[in-house]
């Protein structure tokens, strides 16, 4: 009883807090645009399955907590499930005066704005979590000087010498050494081109970093980057950076981009061979990174909060029916052609989308299992 206790305090909670606040956040995205275009909302529900608890408000609009936390949806009036496939005969078996606002009925861009809402506001709370973040508390940096460059190693073969400044990794700023390390870190045998100074003269260096597996504090595996440099480090090397208002929107603005570059190479990873399925992670391991995470503190888990908010923004638009990038991607055939695609087509595409998203979840899931079961995850 008490291991049980442990686990929901450390694992269960945590999971459920971060995931809470992204559904919430993206679902309220949708319903915030579809609200401002005059559409006729019939549910907001965080989760899905069975309602705990619910009420109506003035609009009509059912709000829900359910029983399934893994999720949520806004249900639009004339939506044949919480999926949101229209249903063909809405505009015929409604209320005439609620025909103006039904979703089916607004025109193509503005049903565009109202799917695409949703992983927009993913995004913004990334941004806002990450720029508060830096404003508030800045960052710690240490000056990104070569230390020394292990012989027999892919900067040694590149051409990296010990005393070189890092000024850039495929076009990112390399603010201090840290920057340089997460860069490398995350493209393993991927090539990338730095940027130095080397006594005044700059040049550009390119290589592979090797794919090394490390254990992380928490005794996780971890597919990463390296290539051979390292930097002793004394106390008086750190400092704290503060970047003013402006300079802040700037840097968060270029952390987003990269980690929408490096998420979208992951993802490519698996298209030519070099994708490690240990990487992918379903329910199961966010929870377990969730809890590992809370216990660093409160920051950490935001700041985990920001990049997962990021990652479920990305993985929503992907071309899937039943995702909003499958709904986005019908509305731009219906903008291109100038008539929607046909209800059996669009139906075909959505079983597709449902059934592809529920093999990936059985997969993470499976993953997630048998990893954890064999020490890999542990």
């Known amino acids: 009883m008490i291991e049980f206790a442990f686990w929901l305090l450390s694992y269960v909670i945590p999971f459920l807090a971060v995931l809470t606040v992204i559904v919430f956040v993206h679902e309220m995205g949708h319903y915030l645009v579809a609200r401002w275009n005059g559409v ?9 399955g069975r309602e705990l608890f619910g009420w109506n408000d003035r609009h009509g609009t059912r709000w829900r907590l359910s029983a399934i936390p893994l999720g949520g949806y806004v249900r639009f009036v004339g939506d044949m499930n919480a999926a949101s496939l229209p249903d063909p005969d809405a505009p015929e ?54 230390g020394e460059v292990l012989p027999g190693s892919v900067a040694e073969a590149a051409g990296l010498m010990q005393g070189d400044e890092v000024l850039a990794v495929d076009g990112y700023v390399v603010r201090g050494f840290e920057d340089f390390q997460r860069y490398v870190a995350t493209s393993p045998e991927r090539e990338v081109v730095v940027e130095i100074d080397r006594n ?8 592979v970093p090797e794919a090394v597996t490390v254990e992380d504090r928490f005794g996780n595996n971890q597919r990463i980057g390296r290539i051979g440099v390292t930097r002793n480090v004394e106390d008086t090397d750190v400092t704290l950076y503060r970047p003013g208002p402006v300079e802040a ?58 990049l997962l908010s990021l990652n ?63 020490g890999i995850l542990r």
């Not at 025109?107 to 927009?120: D, E, H, K, L, Y």
């Not at 240990?278 to 920001?306: C, D, H, R, W």
């Not at 071309?319 to 731009?332: A, E």
């Open 40 to 48: 006729a909302i019939q549910t907001f529900s965080v989760g899905f």
């Open 200 to 207: 005044g003269t700059l040049r550009s260096l390119t290589m």
């Open 249 to 306: 929107v700037g840097m968060t603005v270029e952390e987003i981009r990269f980690i929408i570059q490096r998420t979208g190479e992951f993802l490519g990873d698996f298209f030519v061979g070099r994708g490690d399925v240990e990487q992918l992670g379903g329910p199961v391991k966010v929870a377990k990174v969730s809890g590992e995470v809370a216990t660093l503190g409160v920051i950490a888990l935001i700041n985990l909060m920001a």
């Open 93 to 146: 078996n409604s209320d005439p005066a609620l025909a103006p606002r039904l979703f089916v009925n607004k025109n193509v861009w503005q049903r565009i704005a109202i799917v695409a809402a949703g992983p927009i506001a993913n995004v913004l709370l990334t941004f806002f979590i990450l720029y508060a973040l830096l404003l508030g508390y800045g960052r710690y940096t240490i000056t990104p000087v070569i």
């Open 312 to 374: 479920i923004g990305i993985f929503n638009l992907l071309p899937v029916p039943m995702l909003d990038g499958g709904h986005l991607l019908y509305y731009l055939f219906e903008a291109v052609r100038g008539r929607p695609l046909s209800m059996r087509t669009q139906e075909m595409g959505f079983r597709f989308g449902f059934a592809l998203v529920l093999a990936l979840m059985v997969f993470t899931l499976f993953n997630d299992t048998i990893f954890a079961h064999f």
